[in-house]
């Protein structure tokens, strides 16, 4: 009897082993006895082998969480990094396209090549009047000389009205001047019209790149609308 007794130890606290110890040697004999702890004996095993597998399936749940996470896209999935902004593009392209800084058309950045030939093209439509400030006027000026409706910003909406491979032309005091959309690339999220500006005089020729976007023209800005870039 004290060989079942002892199977006892791992599963009842020595209170319980001692009531069932009493128990048994008040029955009848010996044989009863021992089949009373027989019955005892595999109920604690069987008690104790539940919760070994219990014990078990617990761990293993904690193991495979982090492996659904990541099959199922979770915290432990990596972010894609964003797009690179494209460093070149149809011209004039901006230096500095896709800084971080940059949150207005006006803040672009040109090469200083494309600085020069604005700058020279200007100087090729430069004429000399009595009546002008400075004595000199400008045919590239073309906003003095294509009619506008007076409304604000009227000639950046005139220029953002222009469809692909359209042109708006005019005449100035001694060249004859036209706007062209060669391009629509966008920059910085922003849809942009590439133009070509150009001037033409009875013994020569001139022309240079230019950029309107549609996009806030500052923090104070209600609403989008066409902008001079370049």
Not at 14 to 30: K, M, Q, R, S, V
Request: charged share 20%; glycine share 8%; with cysteine.
């Amino acid at each position: 009897m004290s060989e079942f007794v002892s199977a006892f130890r791992p599963t009842f606290r020595p209170a319980a082993l001692a009531l069932a110890a009493a128990f048994a040697a008040g029955l009848a004999g010996p044989a009863e006895a021992e089949s009373f702890l027989k019955s005892l004996a595999r109920q604690a095993a069987q008690r104790a082998a539940a919760a070994a597998v219990a014990a078990n399936n617990g761990q293993s749940a904690e193991v495979q969480a982090p492996a659904a996470e990541q099959e199922d896209g979770g915290a432990a999935a990596e972010p894609e990094a964003p797009a690179e902004a494209p460093t070149t593009g149809p011209t004039p392209w901006p230096v500095n396209a896709g800084a971080r800084n940059v949150q207005y058309p006006s803040q672009l950045r040109f090469a200083e090549a494309l600085q020069s030939e604005k700058k020279a093209f200007e100087e090729f439509s430069k004429v000399s009047c009595d009546d002008c400030e400075g004595g000199y006027s400008y045919d590239a000026w073309a906003q003095h000389f294509v009619r506008l409706d007076g409304s604000y910003k009227a000639w950046e909406k005139k220029l953002g009205a222009l469809a692909m491979g359209e042109t708006l032309s005019w005449q100035g005091s001694q060249s004859k001047g036209a706007i062209t959309v060669v391009g629509e690339q966008s920059i910085n999220g922003w849809p942009c019209k590439q133009l070509k500006w150009t001037l033409t005089k009875p013994k020569g020729r001139a022309e240079r790149p230019g950029l309107i976007c549609f996009a806030k023209e500052s923090s104070y800005s209600g609403s989008d609308s066409w902008n001079i870039a370049f």
